[in-house]
């Protein structure tokens, strides 16, 4: 009879419910997995662009509750350090947890993308953007600027922002305002490939905002945004995505930027039995979605390495995307391995259940407990 493994995982966001709850879904697994995270909930932020509209609130669940059934130790505190040569994991309140694999996914931290500008996509975000909403109602602003980084690999946000708030002035019946969108991208969501670029673009003119494109903006002083080739763009406010760094933990082979190196099946570095899944990753696209699918794959080699299974099934990035205007939803669907599924633009979901953020077994949790407390609440 062999000895249950232990898996701890780090983290509280998708990555690590992802991971959580496919490890207790996979018949090829016997394992004890701890959870560890100073988070009690977790914030579902995929239509947090439509709060300042007023459209809709960010969704807040009981992390305990998403988990629950799936026989996850969850224990709220904070790693302090990693001990690969002992395969521990300290914890900030003292406890020591000891690991056969360790999953990695405490994402990434965002920090100030355009020097002098506002953030949005980040800490404060829907503050700063539902001020700048409130200034425009007063007539206080008259050219906004929505601005993607250098370096910003999902750029979405900043579209959906820019046409909401088109959108916005014209159903308000308010004096013109100028909107604009600057971005690196050659053309708008170029990840997506042409049909997205193309619907984005006719989105874009239909609204009246003027795209920017191929610009690298570094700084926002007096009114002006500066950018790398020297071409200068006036506008009253200027609200940028964040950079993204990784959080970082003592212990683990991070990067310069705080990120960790991954193969295929999520292994970090050379290391066997420590994982990573997430925006914690040094893989380009930070986005829901492709962190499920990265912790997917990572429960797909455990149960290789733990279990039954016999191969595992690599990471094959598929990028799916929700994005909304005044029109309603689009989705987008790009894949860049071969898949039969390929490149798509669509107004009817292109994925069943069209969650925004694509998902193996979260969202059917996260269904699940929508469905659990509608019916409490209508007794």
Same mark, same amino acid.
């Given at each position: #009879?062999?000895?249950?493994?232990?898996?701890?995982?780090?983290?509280?966001?998708? &990555?690590?419910?992802?991971?959580?709850?496919?490890?207790? $879904?996979?018949?090829?697994?016997?394992?004890?997995?701890?959870?560890?995270?100073?988070?009690?909930?977790?914030?579902?932020?995929?239509?947090?662009?439509?709060?300042?509209?007023?459209?809709?609130?960010?969704?807040?669940?009981?992390?305990?509750?998403?988990?629950? !059934?799936?026989?996850?130790?969850?224990?709220?505190?904070?790693?302090?350090?990693?001990?690969?040569?002992?395969?521990?994991?300290?914890?900030?309140?003292?406890?020591?947890?000891?690991?056969?694999?360790?999953?990695? *996914? *405490?994402?990434?931290?965002?920090?100030?993308?355009?020097?002098?500008?506002?953030?949005?996509?980040?800490?404060?975000?829907?503050?700063?953007?539902?001020?700048?909403? +409130?200034?425009?109602?007063?007539?206080?602003?008259?050219?906004?600027?929505?601005?993607?980084?250098?370096?910003?690999?999902?750029?979405?946000?900043?579209?959906?922002? &820019?046409?909401?708030?088109?959108?916005?002035?014209?159903?308000?019946?308010?004096?013109?305002?100028?909107? #604009?969108?600057?971005?690196?991208?050659?053309?708008?969501?170029?990840?997506?490939?042409?049909?997205?670029?193309?619907?984005?673009?006719?989105?874009?003119?239909?609204?009246?905002?003027?795209?920017?494109?191929?610009? +690298?903006?570094?700084?926002?002083?007096?009114?002006?945004?500066?950018?790398?080739?020297?071409?200068?763009?006036?506008? @009253?406010?200027?609200?940028?995505?964040?950079?993204?760094?990784?959080?970082?933990?003592?212990?683990?082979?991070?990067?310069?930027?705080?990120?960790?190196?991954?193969?295929?099946?999520?292994?970090?570095?050379?290391?066997? @039995?420590?994982? /990573?899944?997430? @925006?914690? *990753? $040094?893989?380009?696209?930070?986005?829901?979605?492709?962190? &499920?699918?990265?912790?997917?794959?990572?429960?797909?080699?455990? /149960? +290789?390495?733990? !279990?039954?299974?016999?191969?595992?099934?690599?990471?094959?990035?598929?990028?799916? &995307?929700? #994005?909304?205007?005044?029109?309603? +939803?689009?989705?987008?669907? /790009?894949? @860049?391995?071969?898949?039969?599924?390929?490149?798509?633009?669509?107004?009817?979901?292109?994925?069943?259940?069209?969650?925004?953020?694509?998902?193996?077994?979260?969202?059917?949790?996260?269904?699940?407990?929508?469905?659990?407390?509608?019916?409490?609440?209508?007794?």
């Amino acid at each position: #009879m062999h000895a249950r493994k232990k898996i701890v995982i780090i983290g509280g966001g998708v &990555a690590a419910l992802e991971a959580a709850i496919g490890l207790h $879904d996979s018949p090829n697994i016997e394992a004890d997995v701890t959870m560890v995270t100073p988070q009690e909930e977790f914030h579902y932020r995929p239509f947090a662009v439509l709060e300042p509209f007023g459209y809709q609130k960010t969704a807040c669940m009981s992390i305990a509750d998403l988990v629950a !059934g799936c026989n996850v130790e969850l224990v709220h505190d904070k790693v302090s350090r990693v001990d690969h040569t002992f395969k521990r994991v300290m914890l900030a309140g003292g406890r020591l947890l000891s690991f056969d694999a360790l999953v990695v *996914t *405490t994402g990434a931290e965002p920090v100030e993308g355009l020097r002098g500008g506002m953030m949005i996509g980040g800490p404060g975000g829907n503050d700063n953007m539902a001020r700048v909403l +409130r200034e425009i109602d007063a007539g206080v602003v008259k050219r906004v600027a929505f601005v993607a980084p250098p370096g910003a690999s999902w750029t979405l946000p900043v579209y959906e922002f &820019a046409l909401l708030t088109a959108a916005r002035v014209r159903t308000h019946l308010q004096p013109a305002l100028h909107v #604009m969108v600057v971005t690196p991208e050659q053309r708008p969501l170029q990840v997506f490939g042409e049909m997205a670029g193309d619907r984005v673009m006719s989105m874009l003119n239909d609204a009246g905002v003027e795209l920017h494109a191929g610009l +690298r903006a570094l700084s926002f002083t007096n009114g002006v945004i500066g950018t790398v080739s020297g071409q200068r763009i006036e506008a @009253d406010r200027a609200l940028s995505l964040p950079h993204l760094v990784g959080r970082r933990i003592p212990g683990l082979p991070q990067d310069r930027n705080g990120f960790l190196h991954v193969d295929a099946h999520g292994h970090v570095g050379d290391a066997n @039995d420590v994982f /990573a899944a997430g @925006d914690i *990753t $040094d893989f380009p696209v930070k986005q829901g979605s492709i962190a &499920a699918q990265q912790a997917d794959a990572v429960v797909s080699e455990l /149960a +290789r390495m733990f !279990g039954t299974q016999q191969e595992s099934q690599p990471f094959l990035p598929q990028l799916h &995307a929700m #994005m909304f205007s005044e029109h309603g +939803r689009t989705f987008l669907r /790009a894949a @860049d391995h071969g898949s039969p599924l390929g490149e798509a633009v669509s107004d009817e979901p292109l994925w069943e259940d069209a969650e925004k953020i694509f998902s193996r077994h979260l969202s059917q949790r996260i269904r699940r407990l929508r469905s659990t407390k509608s019916v409490r609440a209508r007794r």
